[in-house]
């Protein structure tokens, strides 16, 4: 229910309290406790939960931009055609001839394969994605994607391993760092002093006052296990590390009594039987309590300094242990006398420690652009020394920088990168609060507690793994590896379809600019009617049929993680794609025109030679749109080209096609202008390509 890696005390206290209610759906790892139950259902605190799962009522990004586009082309097109249809009349073209020409020319304005190229952009980037390990469970979530500007990731099992490791060791005469992840005895035991007996009697406590177990991997490429509380778990693999056999151990030290550990004495003893008959008290458990003179027979000096030492490592982050021995003569009856003039042996710190990836990954979103944040029911002093680590805060970061629970409450959303003590309902008003401010968030979690927060970001993130069924049903993407890292690829997949989308619209609507620019355009320089119904069907099959298509299966740009997101209300024909648009229909209405223009006044069929080169012009800037001129990455687009240019010499050349759509044939002489206007077309659009 809590979503982190330690477990959570719970004392009998008045019910109002929190510490004194047990919620159904957790797991018990000690203990045994009388409940009543007050609350069932609806009212539960998985009840709760599931209420702030509603449904997300409002389409993505993508889909809102298209749908103001369509408004804005089909309102564009019936005017320009009903344009057309009225000159043609006062011209005194016949009306039946005209009514068709200005419908033939409304289908040419709008890019109807706009549905199969967002259709076939999204499909690949889920599948690629898929390949990279990201599962996605709505298509739109792949576009979206490229929009995220906020990244609000959970701390246990996002950027922690998930699983505490003793990472630091303290005794009076020397300090150790201890390397190594998760609960497999690979590792070791790094000095700052001498002291080598000092650590090894530490840990060897460490491993008999333990009820834990470790479980080997059952396969080559599995990973260790653990058997009980993850802090004594943690022990056990430091033990490991240093040479000790905790099996062996415990044989040899078989224990005899123990005083278990509980949330109000905050400490745990154990009496174990020496090999030479006596009897020996191992203890552990929190600074505060062990280090007293009541439980230690220590000078103050040295008390002193090991509280100092706690304090020191509980700053950076870490749960501290104290631990302790004494030998006895006989048996305590009961166990707890024995807490009394034993020696202290040091200090373990434990961590749930950042996966090696986390720092990378963070420093990736920033140069993105993506704002990251950090969302945790953990301690304050925990998130921040995790955040500080991975690089989410300035080591020099102030208190003011990590939001606590109680003042999410009381102020909203501080202008804060690091959130703490956050219950389900917070994780959901941070979201809300972040999307309110016009940002696109993504959500990362793995818990019960995280699945409204996951279900109202406009991405949620789901960890595959290790994450809960509510998590992953909430979500829009799942993590089949866990990897934070592998958002950041969905994110590069996303701007690549975004990218796509753009281009496409940059191609197409140019195109239907360049032919109503040439209906409208043509009589003023003596042609009547300058294309014919069944040609501008035939451009438009052409352009928009498989090349179209084939634009959405682009590569990505070098640049796409290196640039910031787009802002989350910009047109889809912002940041100068419209000026884009109007150039190119500009050239290439300009260029047929003039070999329309030419061939007339060489006696050449210049109807056709004003369809093939209207054409060539659009097939050329289809190529000078390309990101990448010689990739490799996809061969559709050229070959999508050549099959349009084949098809288009069919037009004038195949008898049956000359015939539907009034063409005639070409001299290799009569090819000179549609030529030079496919390179003017190419030309134009490499001077521009920049901007998609």
């Not at 460490?206 to 009820?211: G, I, P, R, T, Y």
């Not at 220590?298 to 242990?321: K, N």
């Not at 077309?681 to 390509?689: N, P, Q, S, V, W």
Request: aromatic share 4%; hydrophobic share 50%; with cysteine.
């Amino acid at each position: 229910m809590t979503g982190e890696s330690l477990p959570v005390a719970k004392a009998v206290q008045p019910q109002q309290k929190a510490d004194g209610v047990v919620q159904a759906g957790t797991v018990v790892l000690r203990g045994r406790a009388l409940a009543v139950v007050t609350a069932t259902g609806a009212d539960s605190a998985l009840g709760r939960i599931a209420a702030l799962l509603r449904p997300r009522p409002e389409p993505t990004p993508l889909q809102q931009r298209l749908a103001g586009l369509g408004r804005v082309l089909a309102a564009v097109a019936v005017g320009l055609c009903a344009l057309v249809f009225a000159l043609g009349l006062l011209r005194h073209q016949p009306p039946g001839e005209m009514g068709v020409t200005a419908i033939s020319l409304a289908v040419a304005a709008v890019p109807e394969s706009l549905p199969a190229v967002v259709t076939l952009a999204l499909a690949l980037g889920a599948r690629r994605m898929a390949v990279r390990h990201a599962v996605v469970r709505r298509l739109p979530a792949v576009e979206t994607l490229g929009s995220v500007t906020v990244l609000a990731t959970d701390k246990t099992g996002t950027l922690t391993q998930g699983r505490m490791v003793v990472e630091r060791l303290w005794t009076p005469h020397s300090a150790a760092t201890v390397t190594g992840l998760g609960y497999g005895p690979e590792g070791r035991i790094l000095l700052d002093g001498a002291a080598d007996d000092e650590t090894r009697d530490l840990l060897t406590t460490a491993a008999l006052c333990n009820d834990a177990a470790l479980r080997p991997p059952t396969d080559a490429d599995g990973e260790w296990g653990a058997l009980g509380d993850p802090t004594e778990a943690a022990l056990l693999t430091a033990s490991a590390k240093a040479g000790l056999d905790y099996e062996r151990l415990r044989e040899s030290f078989p224990r005899v009594a123990e005083a278990p550990f509980d949330s109000t004495r905050k400490r745990m003893s154990t009496v174990h039987r020496t090999p030479d008959g006596g009897l020996l008290v191992c203890l552990k458990g929190a600074p505060e309590v062990v280090l007293d003179p009541a439980v230690l027979a220590e000078p103050p000096v040295l008390l002193e300094e090991a509280r100092r030492a706690a304090a020191e490592l509980a700053a950076e982050g870490y749960r501290v242990l104290a631990m302790a021995r004494r030998i006895l003569d006989r048996l305590p009856d009961p166990p707890e006398d024995a807490e009394t003039a034993l020696r202290l042996l040091g200090l373990t710190a434990l961590a749930d420690p950042p996966k090696l990836s986390a720092a990378a990954t963070l420093a990736a979103c920033r140069r993105a652009g993506i704002v990251p944040v950090l969302v945790t029911g953990d301690h304050p002093a925990t998130a921040r020394a995790l955040a500080v680590r991975v690089g989410l805060l300035e080591p020099a970061a102030g208190p003011e920088e990590v939001a606590g629970g109680q003042s999410l409450a009381v102020t909203g959303l501080p202008h804060s990168r690091v959130f703490a003590r956050t219950d389900p309902r917070q994780k959901l008003d941070i979201v809300q609060a972040w999307r309110a401010r016009g940002a696109v968030t993504a959500m990362t979690g793995d818990g019960v507690n995280d699945g409204p927060a996951l279900r109202q970001a406009d991405i949620g993130v789901a960890m595959g793994r290790r994450g809960t069924e509510v998590a992953r049903q909430a979500a829009d993407l799942v993590l089949a590896d866990d990897e934070l890292a592998t958002v950041v690829s969905a994110v590069e997949e996303g701007r690549r379809v975004y990218d796509n989308i753009r281009r496409f619209l940059v191609y197409g609507l140019a195109g239907g600019a360049a032919e109503i620019l040439v209906m409208l355009a043509g009589p003023l320089f003596g042609l009547a009617l300058p294309l014919r119904a069944g040609q501008i069907l035939w451009i438009n099959l052409l352009t928009h049929g498989l090349t179209g298509v084939a634009m959405g299966a682009e590569p990505v740009s070098p640049s796409a993680m290196t640039r910031p997101p787009r802002p989350p209300h910009q047109h889809i024909l912002g940041s100068g794609v419209w000026q884009r648009v109007l150039l190119l229909g500009l050239v290439a209405a300009a260029v047929a025109l003039g070999a329309a223009i030419w061939a007339r006044d060489g006696e050449r069929p210049w109807q056709s030679v004003l369809f093939l080169a209207l054409l060539a012009a659009q097939l050329g800037s289809v190529l000078g749109l390309r990101e990448r001129l010689l990739t490799r990455a996809n061969l559709f687009l050229p070959l999508a080209v050549l099959a349009s240019a084949a098809l288009a010499a069919a037009a004038l050349y195949l008898p049956f096609l000359r015939d539907v759509l009034d063409t005639a044939p070409l001299s290799w002489s009569d090819l000179t202008a549609p030529a030079v206007a496919g390179l003017t077309g190419f030309a134009t659009a490499r001077l521009r390509k920049r901007g998609i």
